[in-house]
């Protein structure tokens, strides 16, 4: 049997489907809405494959072309992109299920297959190993978020697609600009050999290349500057889009600056100015989530304040605040998935955003709402939940920042989460409220979806001792850069 | 210098000289049809004689010179005649001294 | 007002630093390290005589599939967001002119003709799938101007796209079952400078310029659908 | 030299036309300048004094007399990727336009920026 | 690159800016999308002066004239003037 364990097979099994399906489309167009689900479980089968090698602590290779790496492009999986990969693709099996009975609108095969172009685009973002390579992926990945951005065609949606894609665009063309530096200064375009020939350079030479890639890859993972689209755009797509969008598209945007800096680069200078500016996003996301009347707007705020958060703990810098930025990241997106998914079910249920017209929908429909509360109290760290433990960790990493930035850091956070627990709190009180009003009960098949999803989280929540170890090992495997450098290029300096 | 290498020569130099006239005709004609005129002149019959000529001197690109030439016949006259027919409807201004209009008489049936 | 100016400078500065950066890396000097490799070994690895082929196809293949995706990608959004239902009437357009007419009889076969020569020599002489696609599209596009009732028939224009697609897909799958990793070249190199050298690039080209070309050609149709047909009924 | 300075102040323009600029299709203008700014940028960082193009032919076979091929396979990807880009872009534009009946971005509330 | 195509390449170059600051200047949305058309050509121009056939063919061939059919298109669907500031 071909050994499976071969990461590129993550990129060309949803490839080799989208194809197919565009073939059948104009004839089977019912049987396109199950792609997606297909395309993931087998994605799945494949990091099941990859896993048990990662888990060994050897980082799998995925060649192509049939040549050693630095001629060529190769895909390596270790143990950070093996967990981000396996989210990508549980999530997009989870929605993927939540979308079958949730998408209406006209167009759904095409629809579907734009959704199984954004699981590809995110695995592939998380796994490459070659520079131009991750443009390439970071293309295909806004390219079809613009799509799904601007499906519903409506009014807000389309005018939050074009700010979009404004941005993206522009994204896009800075990623590319420092890619190309990177190849005028060393001469290749793979990471770990650009990483071999760029220890070599001073650090004040690779900041131009370093701050271009860095701002184009911030765009699309909602880092301060850089985020205006985002309250716009997650709100108008689809609810699964917006799941998937807040869930995994930031999350894997974010991991490919954690490679770039850490891997790549291997720049410790520039970790202040990052410790800034994820402060400044923390801030602004978590005031503006404050404010919000729409419900779903006010996620796609929180989603900037997490992102903010787990920024802010990546660049402490030391293994124990990577290891805690990577569980609060887990934690993130699998809490605020649900939160998007239930949203979707409350808005169908009662038409419009505004919180206000959620009055007295928990007494209708329990469960939903059960599941809404579970999510968010994991999200703002309350006790009994993984959240708490990430949250902690990431509390007591803080502390060791040095000067008065770490302390002013640490009260941040903590009045961050202040203002999750009122925010949220308003509308579970909104939901469990007595009124009158009588809202349709849920469709049973959409409740699927996210309450695995908060079994997840409970399964998390009940060993969270496991889980840090396990982050600690990625954060170990990260720090130690030569580990990753010498397997990819086989030990060829 | 062999002999096709002179006709060679000959067929650049019209073509130039092709080019040359179109260009001072751009400049001199009143108004837009017969500018047009002139433009359309230069690229059919300056580039296709320059074309042939450097296909005389080197015999190995002498086919694909003339499928080329071929291609250049086909194209330029037709969008020639739509970019005239365009400036047409667009009613741009034609100069005093124009005679006959037949568009406007097959028009005006 | 504010924020643009801040926006400006904060561009400048880039533009400025990306000059500084570039300085110490003169114009026209050899700055190749991988793509010295690529020059000396192409011809016996990969038997193709267009270097930049073999680079885009069989070195950086990973990377020519993103980019076909991304293709694919654009085509589905514009058709996503153009999607007008079925209530779509023709709007009565100008009639073009019998010249155009008969010009566009005679010259769209050869630019048919072209555009497949252009894709078929893909690693021999400059050009290759993108370029005969792009050639192939415009055909079409002189199509749509010449005869205003054109409709390309999407049925047909989807699956020369999807197999276009598949064969790429296909080969690259061939590479991995027969030599363990994806797009490993699995034809033959064949002899310098005929037709069937290069190995995989050849059906991997063909592929690719069919693709392409019935892509852009139904982007294409969405945007004269656009400009022919206005959306039935009332705006919501 | 030259193509350096032209490409960046190309890119220049480019950006100078996305932030000055009202009219949605001047934006997406702006944008395809950049584009193919950097296109020219990847060129010119490939290019080498004196050499030739990197295709093998009965008269050229020296390999060491070729410019670097990598910059213009990440040309070619580039290209086509910045179209694809755009004409989703004009898509957007031309619905903006039907459900606002502006090209102005001061009229589209949350286009201001 | 001898004397006389670095000329040639500096007076492409000059004229795809000159071109570019038209393209962003000229009221007229059609006359832009031209001139946006007709610096790309050039661009593909200066592609061949620096040894990149396969660049110059395909920035000509999408750069040039699908991307510009997709602006015309898109003019032709929304309005011609474009009253600035």
């Known amino acids: ?288 989530a404050f404010f919000q009347k729409d419900l779903k707007r006010m996620l796609a705020y929180s989603t900037i304040g997490q992102t903010g958060l787990f920024v802010l703990a990546f660049s402490v810098g030391t293994q124990a605040s990577i290891s805690a930025s990577v569980a609060q990241m887990v934690n993130h997106s699998f809490s605020k998935a649900v939160l ?119 399964i998390l929540s009940s060993r969270p001792m496991s889980v840090l170890n396990f982050t600690n090992d990625i954060a170990n495997q990260l720090i130690q850069r030569t580990i990753y450098l010498t397997s990819v290029l086989g030990g060829l300096k | 210098m062999g002999i096709n290498v002179i006709i060679g020569y000959t067929l650049m130099f019209i073509g130039a000289f092709f080019f040359l006239l179109s260009a001072i005709g751009l400049l001199r004609l009143p108004d837009l049809y017969t500018r047009m005129q002139a433009a359309t002149k230069s690229t059919t019959l300056g580039a296709i004689s320059s074309i042939i000529g450097i296909g005389l001197m080197k015999e190995d690109i002498l086919i694909k010179s003339i499928i080329l030439a071929t291609f250049i016949i086909l194209t330029a006259p037709i969008s020639g005649s739509a970019l005239i027919r365009a400036g047409y409807k667009v009613k741009s201004p034609m100069t005093d001294k124009t005679v006959v209009d037949k568009f406007k008489e097959k028009e005006g049936e | 007002m504010i924020r643009k100016i801040v926006y400006g400078v904060f561009i400048l500065i880039i533009i400025a630093a990306i000059a500084i950066f570039m300085s110490n890396y003169k114009f026209g000097v050899d700055k190749m390290d991988v793509g010295k490799y690529y020059l000396d070994n192409t011809v016996p690895q990969t038997g193709a005589a267009n270097v930049v082929t073999s680079v885009t196809l069989f070195y950086r293949g990973f990377d020519t599939l993103g980019e076909v995706t991304v293709l694919f990608t654009a085509a589905l959004g514009v058709a996503v967001l153009y999607f007008m239902g079925e209530n779509k009437r023709k709007q009565k357009l100008q009639e073009s002119n019998f010249v155009t007419k008969i010009g566009t009889r005679v010259v769209f076969p050869f630019i048919l003709l072209t555009g497949a020569y252009i894709f078929m020599h893909g690693h021999l002489t400059p050009g290759g799938g993108f370029q005969g696609g792009a050639l192939i599209a415009t055909g079409f596009l002189l199509l749509y101007l010449a005869y205003e009732e054109t409709s390309i028939d999407r049925k047909k224009f989807y699956l020369v796209e999807g197999l276009g697609g598949l064969t790429y897909v296909i080969i690259g799958l061939l590479g991995f079952f027969m030599k363990g990793s994806f797009l490993a070249n699995v034809l033959p190199n064949g002899t310098l400078f005929d037709l069937l050298s290069g190995g995989i690039m050849l059906p991997i080209y063909i592929g690719v310029g069919l693709k392409v070309g019935s892509e852009l050609s139904n982007i294409i149709d969405d945007l004269m659908c656009e400009v022919k047909c206005e959306e039935a009924g009332g705006e919501e | 030299m030259i193509f350096y300075i032209s490409a960046l102040l190309i890119i220049g323009i480019g950006i100078y036309a996305l932030i000055i600029k009202k009219n949605l299709i001047k934006i997406i203008i702006g944008l395809d300048l950049i584009e193919t700014g950097i296109n020219l940028l990847i060129v010119s960082i490939g290019y080498v004094n004196g050499k030739t193009a990197p295709i093998f032919s009965k008269d050229v076979m020296n390999a060491s007399l070729m410019v670097d091929p990598v910059p213009q396979a990440l040309t070619l990807t580039s290209i086509v990727i910045g179209a694809s880009e755009l004409a989703l872009a004009a898509a957007f534009v031309v619905l903006l336009y039907r459900k606002y009946g502006t090209l102005d971005i001061r009229k589209i509330r949350s286009l201001r920026w | 690159m001898n004397i006389y195509i670095l000329i040639f390449s500096y007076l492409l170059l000059v004229l795809t800016i000159i071109l570019s600051i038209l393209a962003i200047h000229v009221k007229d949305l059609l006359a832009a999308v031209i001139f946006m058309g007709g610096g790309s050509l050039l661009v593909s121009l200066v592609f061949l002066l620096l040894q990149a056939p396969d660049v110059a063919m395909s920035e000509a061939a999408i750069g040039a004239a699908l991307t510009m ?10 309005e011609r003037e474009d009253n600035d500031d």
């Open chain 1, 340 to 458: 998007f998914l239930v949203a979707g079910i409350m808005i169908e249920a009662q038409g419009s955003r505004n919180i206000d017209d959620l009055k007295g929908f928990g007494r209708v429909n329990i469960l939903t709402s059960i599941l809404f509360v579970f999510a968010a109290l994991s999200l703002i760290g309350v006790p009994p939940f993984f959240g708490f433990f990430t949250k902690l960790a990431i509390l007591q990493t803080l502390l060791d920042f040095p000067g008065f930035l770490g302390y002013l850091s640490f009260a941040l956070v903590l009045f961050a989460a202040i203002i999750e627990g009122v925010y949220f709190y308003r509308v579970f009180k909104i939901l469990f409220e007595k009124s009158d009003k009588n809202f349709q009960a849920e469709n049973p098949w959409l409740v699927i979806s996210p309450f695995i999803l908060v079994l997840i989280l409970v």
């Open chain 1, 1 to 288: 049997m071909v050994n499976l364990a071969n990461p590129t097979l993550l990129v060309v099994i949803p490839l080799f489907f989208a194809f197919l399906s565009i073939i059948i489309s104009p004839f089977l167009k019912k049987l396109i809405k199950f792609v997606p689900l297909i395309v993931s479980a087998l994605n799945l089968v494949v990091i099941y494959f990859i896993g048990v090698k990662v888990l060994y602590g050897s980082i799998v290779l995925g060649t192509t072309a049939g040549l050693n790496p630095p001629y060529v492009i190769i895909l390596a999986v270790d143990k950070l992109n093996f967990i981000i990969v396996l989210m990508v693709n549980v999530l997009g099996f989870l929605i993927s299920f939540y979308n079958i009975f949730y998408m209406k609108e006209e167009p759904t095969d095409k629809f579907h297959i734009l959704f199984t172009l954004l699981i590809m685009a995110s695995s592939w973002i998380s796994i490459t190993g070659d520079l131009f390579n991750v443009f390439v992926a970071f293309e295909v990945l806004s390219l079809s978020s613009f799509g799904l951005v601007g499906y519903m065609r409506s009014k807000d949606s389309i005018e939050a697609g074009f700010k979009y894609v404004v941005q993206g665009i522009l994204a896009g063309s800075l990623l590319l600009i420092g890619v190309v530096l990177i190849y005028a200064q060393t001469g290749t375009l793979n990471m770990a050999h650009i990483a071999t020939k760029l220890d070599y350079v001073g650090s004040l030479e690779k900041l131009v290349p370093y701050v271009l890639i860095f701002f184009g890859l911030a765009v699309e993972g909602a880092l301060f500057p850089l985020n205006s689209w985002l309250p716009d755009a997650h709100p108008a797509a689809p609810s699964g889009i917006s799941a998937m969008l807040s869930g995994i598209v930031t999350t894997t945007a974010i991991y490919a600056i954690i490679r770039v800096t850490v891997t790549v680069f291997n720049y410790s200078a520039f970790i202040p100015y990052l410790f800034i500016i994820a402060l400044l996003t923390l801030f602004f996301g978590e005031i503006a």
């Open chain 5, 69 to 78: 059919a997709i602006y015309i298109v898109a003019v032709k669907k929304t």
